[in-house]
């Protein structure tokens, strides 16, 4: 390969940066010309595609969110889109694509591949979510969950003084990682997840044991996708039984995306974005970089999307009940 881009794409996640950083260095390193592009496949589509050099990434290594943008593209979806995309690639001379994104921007990608194979891709797993198959920790997830319990543990100050029952919601639409490590981070009287259906008369049971207990306030946290529906109806249908709190609800949103990378997503993006740009000049494509028992490992990109063996781990949905009581 001669010419390398590298784009954003989906949510942002904190971790971004230091891996745009990464694949350029590594690539001017290899003697590589590398072009950003701005917004994901939008700025693939229009052309929005720049130069860039070792200094274009100086002093980003903090920064949340991207410098290069991100978006979401609905073109990109249509064979024309994607034609477009393929003739503003050619037409710079760059043979080889880097995304960093989640399995939107992976399915994308590998269509892209599949119908233009003269073009390298490499995916890095890039989401807060922490949902894909390949890589036991993704880009965004560990400085998302830290801002969360920092979060939390303001809540739980004021939940203590007034004797309050929260119901806090964290993101997670299909995927219960980040509220699951907060809860146990947090010492959360209950967790409500995606992936494990709890019974509302059981969350009442549990709370109505921890009051009991002499406990005097409760942390419940929510993640998104939680099949009860929202936390604030969950709220309304607990506030009926539970009579010895006062029920209060926060949704955390979208402050959990932002702020400056972990050190752990600073290495982390660091070190997938330093093995994607490997990985190609050996002439790899169509796979994703990923950290798999702290060993850097390559899955295909077809694997990583339909590999639906990727769980929240059993063990930590148990302690964290048992640590609750
Ligand atoms: P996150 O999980 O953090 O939201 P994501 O990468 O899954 O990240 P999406 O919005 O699902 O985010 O996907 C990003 C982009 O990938 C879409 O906006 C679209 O341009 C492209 N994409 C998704 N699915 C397809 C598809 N089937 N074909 C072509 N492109 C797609």
Redesign the pocket.
């Known amino acids: 390969i001669s010419k390398l881009a590298v784009l954003t794409?989906?949510?942002d996640?904190p971790g971004m940066n230091p891996c745009i950083r990464s694949v350029v260095r590594t690539a001017i390193y290899n003697n590589l010309n590398v072009v950003g592009i701005r917004r994901?496949?939008q700025g693939l589509i229009e052309d929005d595609m720049f130069d860039m050099h070792a200094r274009s990434v100086s002093n980003i290594l903090n920064l949340g969110g991207t410098i290069l943008k991100t978006?979401?593209?609905?073109p990109?979806?249509t064979d024309e889109g994607m034609e477009i995309a393929y003739q503003n690639l050619k037409k710079q001379g760059v043979d080889a694509l880097v995304v960093i994104?989640?399995?939107?921007?992976f399915?994308?990608a590998l269509?892209f591949s599949k119908k233009y194979p003269d073009i390298a891709v490499m995916g890095v797993p890039g989401?807060i979510?922490n949902d894909l198959y390949g890589s036991t920790y993704t880009l965004g997830f560990d400085t998302a969950t830290n801002t969360v319990i920092e979060a939390i543990d303001k809540i739980r100050d004021t939940a203590d003084a007034h004797d309050r029952l929260f119901f806090i919601e964290v993101m997670g639409r299909d995927s219960g990682a980040i509220a699951l490590r907060a809860g146990i981070s947090c010492g959360a009287e209950a967790i409500l997840l995606p992936e494990k259906a709890t019974a509302i008369d059981d969350l009442i049971k549990n709370l109505k044991t921890g009051e009991n207990n002499k406990k005097s306030s409760s942390i419940v946290i929510v993640a998104e996708g939680d099949k009860n529906g929202g936390a604030y109806d969950i709220a309304q249908k607990v506030q009926k039984e539970v009579k010895f709190y006062d029920v209060k609800v926060t949704i955390l949103g979208h402050l959990q995306r932002g702020g400056s990378p972990s050190a752990f997503d600073r290495i982390l993006g660091s070190r997938l974005g330093y093995a994607a740009v490997n990985a190609l000049i050996k002439g790899e494509s169509q796979m994703m970089v990923g950290l798999e028992a702290n060993h850097i490992k390559l899955t295909t990109l077809e694997e990583a999307l339909n590999q639906h063996e990727f769980k929240l781990e059993e063990d930590l949905m148990e302690m964290a009940e048992i640590l609750s009581i």
């Open positions: 794409s989906g949510g996640a994901g496949y978006a979401r593209c609905l990109f979806r994104g989640g399995d939107g921007t399915t994308g269509r989401t979510d």
